[in-house]
């Protein structure tokens, strides 16, 4: 295995540091500690860019303590975030520049999370082919607690080491793994885990299992990884069992994580295997319910009745929330959902423009607009009923939605998951 000795100055080059700003300032993100926002860094950006040079050359650089915020789960619990400050956003990102190619080419072909050119719908991709082409059905679906609160920071440096003996590299690391974090006024030592939130985070992570993931690969047992989302494969369910236990005595013994027995649990493509918010089933793939239930109440509270906001400003808020759950659900044979899905958010939006409308009359002068004749009936503009009435979609057809710029589900060309199989 090659080393690689001297880094530091790779990482403090000053064209390296501003290519770091300038990836740090493309994922905008919250200030930390000190409140500064990467607009403000950027106002004296030579001199800020300077002075980290400097620091970093004479090893005088201390990063602050992260900002603690906790992110809300859907099952009521929370997510701790660490929000490092824009000035260590900076030199993480100019560390990951260098780190980055050293470790990239290493790591594990079915490992997909935080990894340039690997995307979620590839690991899905993999795991199904491994299920319905690979005949092996039966997998163990493993669930970490708190993965990167409890990444060790010892076997961290120990595995970057393995490439890097740059000494003031491995210092750096150890710096931001200690800096520990702020939360209303209090500052808390860290011990253990790298902060979600941290630039240079995912990429830690990533070094750290993929001790387990070769184990697994040394053993012959085929996994599928994204960050700590973690599959393993097996012809039988009697293999599954077995294979269950080799990875939890790799995780646990060698790696010092624990894994949540209630939720790891063995599971098969019969019954179908959750995995990334999609359903892999025998011989087709569909979206997860609880993605479904949380996109429809993203959708009612974009498009509530009662608000003042017109008609084609509420459309304008939609789109960008309907294409990004098109574009990352629409490898799933979905066609008859997202049908029905557009079906549903035309008829919110018309009873929206019902309740603006107030009363028939102004129904009814669209109806003559559109070049209906004769007399109409008289309905209530509260009712959800009528909003699924011939008049209502006479006055408003989905022709209109599509004039008006409404991003329609329906359009998507679905069902393509074999566009990420690899070749």
Sequence with gaps: MK?????????????????????????????????ETV????????????????????????????????????????RPLGIPTVRDRV??????????????????????GYRPGRSCHQAVAKAERFMNKYGLEYVVDMDLSKCFDRLDHELILEEVNRKISDGSVLKLIKKFLTAGVMKDGQWDEIDTGSPQG????????????????????????????????????ARTRKEAGNYRQVATQILEGELKLEVNK???????????????????????????????????DRIRELTPRNHGMSLKEMIKRLNPVLRGW????????CKKLFAQLMEWIRRRLRMKQMKEWKSWRPL??????????????????RRWRNSASPLINMALPNKWFDEVGLVNLAS????????????
């Design 326 to 333: 098109a574009n990352y659900f629409r490898v799933a044979n």
């Design 3 to 35: 080393k690689w000795y001297s880094l530091i100055d790779k990482v403090y080059r000053l064209d390296n540091l501003e290519k770091a700003y300038q990836a740090v300032r493309a994922n905008r993100g919250a200030p930390g500690i000190d409140g």
């Design 198 to 233: 941290g630039v240079i985070s995912p990429l830690l992570a990533n070094i750290y299992l993929d001790r387990f993931d070769q184990a697994m690969k040394s053993r012959g047992i085929r996994i599928v990884r994204y960050a700590d989302d973690i599959l393993v494969f």
């Design 39 to 78: 607009e403000a860094f950027g106002q004296n950006l030579g001199q800020r860019l300077i002075q980290l040079h400097h620091e970093l050359k004479t090893g005088t650089y201390e990063p602050q303590p992260v900002k603690r915020v906790e992110i809300p789960k859907p099952d009521g619990s929370t």
């Design 412 to 423: 998507y060309n679905v069902g393509i998951l074999h566009h990420f199989y690899e070749k």
């Design 364 to 381: 009814h002068k669209a109806l003559r607009r559109r070049g209906y004749k004769g007399e109409f009936q008289k309905i209530s503009m």
């Design 91 to 112: 030199v993480q990102q100019a560390l990951l520049n260098i780190l980055q190619p050293i470790f990239e080419p290493g790591f594990h072909p079915s490992s997909y």
């Design 262 to 296: 209630e939720k790891t649990h063995l599971t098969s493509v019969h019954e179908g295997v959750a995995y990334l918010g999609f359903i892999i089933h025998k011989k087709h793939v569909s979206i997860h319910p609880k993605k479904i239930k949380k996109f429809k």
